[in-house]
């Protein structure tokens, strides 16, 4: 069956301005994280979804960073007013259970900010 | 909260020969610790995972043996292939809802053929 995708792949932003990363889970996965990977160095977490809640935010750097799911499927990472150190890559992650299990990635958002 | 080290970052080795990258996690109450193999400009894929329930687990040429008491553990790779190249990336987190995985920074493995 279908993985787990992203859309774009790659994304080059002016520093300064807004942009929006998206995650398709894998479909009836309640569990969706996003994780931010610099480059040469393992994911970091952002945030953390059961269905449509967001129950983890611990992990966004700054209050640029807004992410949602609002059906509780398909999620969206928005970053305002991009930074060069913005630059990474953004893996978005689900897993079938509300408890733990397996988590599935997808392949990526890699931003850069010029 | 968890922290995890890896070591080495990085690891060459001559295909045929065994590769044996090391992991240590601070938080006693960890209870899961998966491998993710990652090439280049790929998604990190899962290699193989071990509970705390266990010590030790084999998958035909992949091993991990996990010590509760040191905390740490390991990932062995016997007869390595020239396709077993990667980033390979150990990770620790507690086993309940909303269970964020807290990475080590990666070893770069390199099989030389």
């Known amino acids: 069956g279908a993985g787990v995708s992203q859309s774009p792949r790659y994304k080059v932003a002016k520093r300064g301005q807004d942009v929006a990363l998206r995650c398709d889970p894998i479909?009836?996965?309640?569990?969706l994280f996003w994780y931010q990977q610099a480059l040469g160095q393992g994911p970091e977490f952002l945030t953390y979804?059961?269905?449509?809640?967001?129950?983890?935010k611990s992990g966004l750097p700054s209050d640029r960073f807004f992410a949602e799911r609002p059906e509780g499927s398909v999620s969206t990472l928005k970053i305002q007013r991009t930074q060069q150190e913005d630059s990474a890559v953004y893996l978005c992650?689900?897993?079938?259970?509300?408890?733990?299990?397996?988590?599935?990635f997808g392949p990526g958002t890699r931003l850069t900010v010029t | 909260g968890e922290n995890v080290e890896q070591h080495p970052s990085t690891l060459s080795v001559q295909e045929g020969d065994s590769a044996v990258i090391k992991c240590t996690y601070s938080d006693s109450a960890s209870n899961y610790f998966p491998w993710y193999k990652q090439e280049l400009g790929k998604r990190p894929q899962l290699i193989i995972d071990?509970?705390?329930?266990?010590g030790e687990k084999k998958d035909q040429r992949i091993a991990v043996t996990l010590n509760k008491t040191a905390k740490h553990f390991s990932l062995h790779i016997t007869e390595t292939q020239p396709e077993d190249s990667a980033v390979y990336f150990c990770?620790?987190?507690?086993?309940?809802?909303?269970?964020?995985?807290?990475f080590g920074g990666g070893t770069r493995l390199m099989v030389k053929p």
């Open positions: 979804f059961q269905n449509e809640a967001q129950l983890d």
């Open positions: 990770a620790a987190t507690l086993n309940n809802a909303g269970n964020m995985l807290t």
């Open positions: 479909s009836g996965h309640v569990s």
């Open positions: 992650a689900s897993s079938l259970a509300r408890s733990g299990d397996e988590q599935y």
């Open positions: 071990i509970r705390s329930n266990v």
